[in-house]
């Protein structure tokens, strides 16, 4: 399968509809166990998802590809970014007990931009001789900022939105692009943080008296289908995706998302009418 797990609940307090906090020790024990059983290998986690990284470097992940994330690089740093940047990767692999990381991306490509980013580059590259790190790559939110960054530098992984209501990066085949570019491609976002899936769950907030949610109901119920099914059914048809990244707060919600996946049901997706502001969680209003 494609599916790769989200670490930030490991770590942290995530997501607007995670009303359980961090997700407890023996659950991911539970999770990582089931992980490797069912053979998914990839994890996503990050520098700045708490102490994701310390509660995954108790767990034998050599059978797992990790992605990581770097920060934005401070300003004390920025005139010369090697040695920062090298802290920071050394200190992931001993929090994560593994000897080379599979990728690490920017949460902040912007700093790409000017000289810091050949700098980056530079940077990176040479971790990449060192034997630290696999691959590089960007974690974006629009196909704007990523064709900034394509446009300069030659990555090998995209971190990006894609979901049944947030399309952008579907359009004039731009992900065969990507492909052509040989970019390897994990989708996040699938269901905007479990809103897809929870948001009636969610007391007194302005999201859910966005009209989208009227349109989602109708359309599951005339499908008869479940909005879990309708989330994941609609990424596992995209081939070009190599990593569909979820995150689960339990072993059953993991094993629920697996059966799903696995599904041969066939669904019709229609365009919804989408206020912009619904698919980009920094734009919320909660």
């Not at 990582?32 to 992940?61: H, M, P, W």
């Not at 970019?183 to 859910?208: A, C, D, E, M, T």
């Not at 995209?238 to 995150?247: A, L, N, R, T």
Request: glycine share 4%; charged share 25%.
């Amino acid at each position: 399968m494609k599916i790769s797990i989200g670490t930030a609940q490991f770590g942290f307090n995530y997501g607007i509809t995670n009303f359980n906090g961090k997700v407890k020790f023996n659950e991911i024990q539970k999770i990582i166990r089931f992980c490797n059983i069912n053979k998914i290998k990839n994890l996503d986690t990050a520098i700045g998802y708490g102490k994701s990284e310390q509660v995954l470097g108790k767990f034998s992940l050599s059978k797992f590809s990790i992605v990581t994330k770097l920060p934005k690089i401070p300003n004390y740093a920025i005139k010369s970014p090697e040695n920062w940047i090298k802290n920071q990767v050394k200190k992931s692999c001993q929090k994560l007990k593994v000897q080379k990381i599979f990728c690490l991306l920017l949460h902040d490509p912007n700093q790409l931009r000017g000289k810091l980013g050949n700098k980056i580059i530079h940077s990176i590259q040479k971790l990449k001789k060192e034997g630290y790190l696999i691959n590089f790559g960007v974690s974006v939110y629009t196909v704007k900022e990523l064709n900034k960054i394509i446009s300069k530098f030659k990555i090998d992984l995209v971190n990006l939105p894609l979901s049944i209501i947030n399309r952008d990066f579907m359009k004039e085949d731009y992900l065969k692009l990507l492909k052509k570019k040989k970019i390897k491609i994990h989708v996040r976002s699938i269901f905007l943080q479990g809103l897809l899936l929870n948001y009636k769950h969610i007391k007194n907030s302005p999201i859910k008296k966005n009209n989208f949610f009227d349109q989602w109901d109708r359309w599951l119920n005339n499908q008869n289908i479940t909005a879990l099914e309708a989330c994941l059914l609609f990424v596992k048809r995209i081939k070009e995706i190599d990593k569909v990244i979820v995150g689960v707060d339990t072993v059953q919600h993991l094993k629920e998302i697996c059966k799903v996946y696995k599904s041969s049901k066939k669904i019709y997706f229609p365009k919804f009418t989408v206020n912009e502001k619904l698919k980009n969680p920094i734009k919320w209003k909660v």
